[in-house]
């Protein structure tokens, strides 16, 4: 089946550092969306790619969606402490489905 | 504001009981969904619906049944509990089309 994988599992940054996480597919996704957890909550969604090389901003969040429509990552610009939790990948194989493949996720975590 | 919301935050459960998770959305979705997310692996989805009475298998149904009477509830019923099935359970809606799922709080189940 269709599988999303996310590295790194985990990530221990300094305040100030920057920090990426990336999503790799076995197959090309429609879109893809990315929530943020934080500890002891929800998932919260960020945004969602559909173009083929897209890239959209959030603040200090850069997000891009791979060519091929495959891969995809997530880049924080000097990380700030209400950046900890953990980050979602996920995926949808055919337009309009409403099934979504989650990657297995990224914890950051941030010395200040 | 939107709002998911789940029966239990916490619950413990013996080997063999029939164990019955709630989850109400007020914001009128078609859509609804249960997942487990477990340490490693992400979040898994067990079921989904998309309409009153209307479901379908996830990744990992096995063990697992739903029930979808009305438009705002969607059950999730284990039959016989088994410690395997320890997990944080969260419960998902969206709009049909809309891709982003907004998740309720969560509920941690431990199967002893």
């Known amino acids: 089946g269709q599988q999303v994988m996310q590295i790194p599992q985990y990530q221990h940054v300094q305040e100030g550092e920057d920090f990426t996480t990336y999503c790799n597919s076995s197959?090309?996704?429609?879109?893809i969306q990315w929530y943020k957890q934080r500890p002891g909550g929800h998932p919260v969604f960020l945004i969602q790619?559909?173009?083929?090389?897209e890239v959209k901003k959030q603040k200090r969040l850069t997000f891009q969606f791979g060519e091929a429509k495959k891969n995809s990552s997530l880049h924080i610009t000097a990380t700030q402490t209400t950046d900890v939790g953990t980050y979602f990948c996920a995926g949808n194989k055919v337009q309009g489905a409403q099934k979504l493949v989650f990657g297995q996720g990224t914890r950051l975590t941030i010395n200040p | 504001d939107v709002k998911v919301t789940q029966s239990s935050r916490y619950l413990v459960k013996r080997t063999g009981e029939k164990v019955f998770l709630e989850c109400v959305q007020d914001?009128?979705?078609?859509?609804m969904f249960w997942y487990r997310q477990d340490p490693g692996l992400g979040l898994r989805l067990i079921y989904f619906?998309?309409?009153?009475?209307?479901?379908e298998k996830g990744d990992i149904p096995e063990g697992y049944s739903v029930s979808r009477e009305k438009k705002e509830r969607f059950s999730l019923i284990l039959e016989s509990a088994s410690t395997n099935q320890t997990s944080m359970y969260l419960c998902a809606s969206n709009r049909e089309s809309y891709n982003e799922q907004f998740f309720g709080p969560g509920t941690r189940l431990t199967v002893l």
């Open positions: 790619l559909v173009k083929s090389g």
């Open positions: 619906s998309y309409d009153v009475k209307m479901k």
């Open positions: 197959t090309t996704l429609s879109n």
């Open positions: 914001m009128d979705h078609e859509n």
